[in-house]
């Protein structure tokens, strides 16, 4: 297993198109986090699945944010009509439940939006 | 409250110890976690406590936590230029969700 991937890396779009992230966890973890981080700052929750079930959504998942694990694998985030304010690295972390130890962070895909 | 304060910026010689500071508000915090990330990249696991323990070494690293102060502290030894990155502090009150300081960028300077 080679940890946390995320697809693509960067993505520059124009504001008010869609944009959808892929993240492949750690193939054993049945937990998955999505994080946004901004420049200096550190990262902050959006959402996690436990399997396929989506259990907690942070304020901050407009609701032209939405993120799917419809087999309890691989999950994607989608933002629609984007705006600049969305520009941020997008970081996806596993986890197995129950383990304490931290998550895995994936690389993350940094959006910019022009 | 869920905030998490850490000092922006530390600069150290090779060689020497850096330590880095955190204070954190949640007295509910089960555990702290220092994570570090390098340009470009995501964040990698350096260490962890439990809010049961005073103090944890692994290798160069060394955390102490006072739990009456909230401060959370990671020295690190004999600092290298590959140690050179943004260390995070986080903590979790819950079992699936961090919350973040805004970060300390450590300098190694030769």
């Known amino acids: 297993d080679t940890g946390v991937s995320q697809d693509p890396r960067h993505k520059i779009t124009k504001r008010g198109q869609n944009v959808t992230f892929r993240c492949d966890p750690i193939s054993e973890h049945n937990r998955l986090y999505w994080y946004r981080q901004t420049l200096g700052q550190g990262p902050e929750f959006l959402t996690y699945f436990q399997n396929e079930a989506q259990l907690e959504k942070s304020r901050l998942l407009s609701d032209r944010f939405s993120a799917e694990r419809p087999k309890g694998s691989f999950s994607t985030l989608e933002i629609q009509r984007t705006e600049q304010g969305d520009s941020a690295m997008y970081l996806c972390?596993?986890?197995?439940?129950?383990?304490?130890?931290?998550?895995?962070f994936g690389s993350g895909t940094r959006l910019t939006v022009v | 409250g869920e905030d998490v304060e850490q000092s922006l910026f530390l600069s150290v010689r090779e060689g020497d110890s850096s330590v880095i500071n955190c204070t954190y508000t949640?007295?509910?915090?089960?555990?702290l976690y220092w994570y570090k990330q390098e340009p470009g990249a995501g964040l990698q696991l350096l260490t962890y406590i439990f809010s049961n323990m005073d103090m944890k070494q692994d290798q160069r690293l060394t955390v102490l936590l006072n739990k009456k102060d909230k401060h959370l502290s990671l020295r690190i030894a004999d600092t290298q230029t590959g140690d050179s990155a943004i260390y995070f502090c986080?903590?979790?009150?819950?079992?699936?969700?961090?919350?973040f300081g805004a970060g300390t960028t450590v300098t190694v300077r030769a």
């Open positions: 972390a596993s986890s197995l439940w129950g383990e304490t130890e931290g998550y895995t």
């Open positions: 986080a903590e979790g009150s819950n079992d699936y969700k961090l919350s």
């Open positions: 949640d007295s509910s915090s089960t555990y």
